[in-house]
């Protein structure tokens, strides 16, 4: 990958920080999508030209990933109500990002590029963690102030001191987006920290987006990310058997999230209270095991067609027309049936073979730590594919495969780091 190519990478992270915010502000006029898109596309020309985009471990995921784009294009001869641009941003959310696992692995060469990689996104994120808070004490009318009125706006449920208070979208589309990009880069940047002989500047700076990242994350009313992300710090600590260091992060954590709790008052403490809760463990468990795309693939084997299910295709086709569907596999399900949720579940089982046959060689890498929570993220997202469109919207459709293609070469760097030495594993 050139230097131009890796400068490219850092503004298509920069630029997923704001973009939904620039298409609040932009909307109607959808172009403010664009930008990444044609960067996007500007990468992967070129590191098809380079011949960069083939070879290595991640190689064995284009036969399945060939196999899932046939089905999509099969399925462009399909009718189906939803106009072609429809089609077109159906056919976009289901392949366009795939190829991102190939950025990921090719931008990887050794520990420096991921750190220098988790600096930006640990600098990027303190802006984007204070905007989110201060709308929290400012209101609606602070994006309506800036024309940015497309978001809908969201309120938490009352708990038991009977205040609802304005989910803030931050600089998202949604509470949810935003949710999930805190909960993304958190889970990383808890890795980070775990990191033995982490340099003092780097620990202070990833401490310092945590204090804001965490505040920034309640104000969201967003409880699954809240709670994936403290389960999933969890996980990478006992995985890197670092249990010593992440008690010290956790009471950190801790002081933070109470302190912020008692700061925004008893709605946000009711809201986060209510994780624990019998009905939202129930809600979540009626979700998980009760969605029903296994009997709208029955129902409708061979699918309604591309877009009928795509929330994005709902701005290119007539009211009432694309089904809201809030699982992936259900919405595979729905557009192209059994057999586009099929070639899809080909893909999603090579990935995690990858990345659980890679776990082997990474147990004694410098590197375990950031690898952990690389390897719980992308997990976390396939296991919540069935009850959660999470890998369908950004930031995680992007994190998830260029995170996936990371994790891929550090394994293979690990591994050749072993045969060199000639140590354990290197066989």
């Known amino acids: 990958m050139s230097p131009t190519q890796r400068r490219l990478v850092s503004v298509i992270f920069l630029y997923v920080c704001i973009e939904g915010l620039v298409v609040n502000v932009m909307y109607p006029n959808t172009l403010a999508y664009l930008p990444k898109d044609v960067l996007l596309l500007l990468l992967y020309a070129g590191m098809a030209a380079g011949g960069r985009a083939r070879g290595g471990t991640v ?7 060939i196999g899932f784009a046939a089905v999509c294009a099969f399925y462009l001869a399909i ?10 941003v159906a056919l976009k959310q289901r392949l366009f990002y795939v190829p991102l696992v190939y950025v990921g692995y090719h931008y990887m060469r050794g520990d420096a590029d991921i750190a220098k990689l988790l600096r930006l996104i640990a600098w990027s994120s303190i802006p984007v963690s204070l905007f989110g808070t201060y709308l929290f004490f400012a209101g609606p009318g602070a994006l309506t102030a800036i024309s940015a009125d497309y978001s809908h706006e969201f309120f938490s ?38 990191v033995t002989g982490l340099r003092r500047q780097d620990r202070l700076l990833l401490l310092g987006a945590m204090a804001c990242l965490l505040p920034a994350l309640l104000t969201s009313g967003s409880r699954a990310p809240l709670l994936l992300l ?13 249990l010593s260091r ?12 109470v302190g912020a ?9 009711d809201r986060v209270t209510s994780i624990a809760t019998q009905e939202n463990v129930d809600r979540f468990t009626g979700t998980f095991f009760g969605q029903l795309f296994v009997t709208q693939a029955l129902t409708n084997p061979g699918g309604l067609g591309l877009g009928t299910a795509t929330v994005g295709a709902r701005h290119f086709t007539p009211p009432g027309t694309v089904r809201l569907v809030e699982s992936y596999f259900g919405l595979l399900a729905t557009e192209m049936g059994l057999l586009g949720l099929g070639a899809f579940m080909v893909l999603a089982v090579m990935v995690v073979v990858l990345l659980v046959r890679g776990r082997k060689w990474m147990r004694q890498a410098p590197g375990l730590p950031i690898w952990n929570a690389l390897f719980v993220q992308s997990m976390l997202t396939l296991f919540l594919m069935p009850n959660s469109t999470g890998v369908d919207t950004i930031p995680i459709n992007l994190y998830f495969w260029f995170f996936v293609g990371l994790a891929i070469k550090m394994v ?8 060199a030495q000639g140590g354990p594993g290197a066989g």
């Open 59 to 65: 190689a064995q995921l284009t036969p399945p990933f």
């Open 79 to 88: 009718p189906t109500p939803v106009s072609m641009m429809g089609v077109a």
């Open 157 to 194: 449920t009352s708990g038991a001191a009977g205040i609802a208070f304005w989910r803030v979208p931050g600089t998202f589309n949604s509470p949810g987006q935003y949710g999930a990009y805190l909960y993304s880069v958190g889970t990383l940047f808890a890795g980070f920290l775990l």
């Open 230 to 242: 403290f389960v999933s710090s969890g996980v990478v600590a006992v995985l890197s058997r670092k």
């Open 246 to 257: 992440a008690g010290i992060l956790g009471a950190v954590v801790y002081f933070i999230v």
């Open 261 to 269: 709790i008692g700061y925004f008052g008893a709605g946000v403490g």
């Open 412 to 419: 293979d760097l690990e591994r050749l780091r072993l045969s």
